[in-house]
């Protein structure tokens, strides 16, 4: 059973580092062809893809934040971890991480984060 | 890195069928067989439900199928139910190995 979960501050100020955590199991990072990506969503607003790293550590950004974002993974934890510098109250919105390339086949619950002074 | 291109919104009677559309260019909807659609209801995560432009997932209704020409992919749903109403978003692989999603259709079921 494939299971994902985002967890990170619910409140960050402007201008400070944001870093979300995802918990991943039934599946390994480390298994030729896993991807975990992270993708965002602003309140009543689209989905946007943000960042995907892959099993053989290939990192792949948003050409509009990739200045941005850094994604790391640690394998014996079955975790991936974003962050994101200088965030702004654009910023604000449901952060997934998901399993996948090319498409999307298991998506975590979701971490509203709200950037607010 | 711009948005595929969906309509804000459709709506349909029960057991009526409607499709949705995507459209990108040649270097991500044109460019390779990975368009996938999302169904989200309001406060639920996306979930996946064609991929590979007209792959089902297992435990998805044959009443969703995929379809694409060129630059534009197409959701079509057939007996459109109550339980269909929801957000839809497309998304498609590109050639700088990315991913982008389109705006999102708003389906209304009347």
């Known amino acids: 059973q494939v299971t994902l979960r985002e967890s990170g501050p619910a409140l960050v100020k402007p201008t400070q580092t944001l870093t979300l955590t995802c918990t991943f199991s039934?599946?390994?990072?480390?298994?030729?062809?896993?991807?975990v990506s992270w993708i965002r969503q602003p309140p009543g607003k689209a989905l946007e893809w943000l960042v995907r790293?892959?099993?053989?550590?290939?990192?792949y950004y948003s050409t509009s934040l990739k200045t941005r974002l850094t994604i790391s993974k640690d394998t014996s934890k079955n975790q991936v971890v974003l962050t994101m510098t200088n965030m702004d109250p654009v910023d604000t919105a449901t952060y997934y991480c998901a399993r996948g390339r090319s498409r999307f086949d298991y998506w975590g619950q979701g971490t509203l984060v709200t950037v607010s002074s | 890195q711009s948005a595929l291109t969906q309509p804000a919104s459709v709506s349909g009677s029960p057991g009526q069928s409607l499709t949705i559309s995507c459209t990108g260019t040649?270097?991500?909807?044109?460019?390779?067989?990975?368009v996938s659609w999302y169904q989200q209801h309001p406060g639920k995560a996306p979930k996946l439900m064609i991929y590979e432009v007209s792959n089902r997932p297992s435990g998805v209704s044959n009443r969703f199928s995929g379809s694409k020409s060129g630059n534009t992919a197409s959701l079509t749903i057939s007996g459109l139910q109550a339980e269909d109403e929801a957000d839809y978003y497309c998304?498609?692989?590109?050639?700088?190995?990315?991913?982008?999603f389109g705006g999102g259709t708003k389906l209304t079921v009347l």
């Open positions: 790293i892959d099993w053989d550590d290939d990192k």
């Open positions: 039934g599946f390994s990072l480390s298994t030729t062809g896993m991807c």
């Open positions: 998304s498609s692989y590109t050639s700088n190995s990315t991913s982008k």
């Open positions: 040649s270097s991500d909807v044109g460019a390779y067989n990975y």
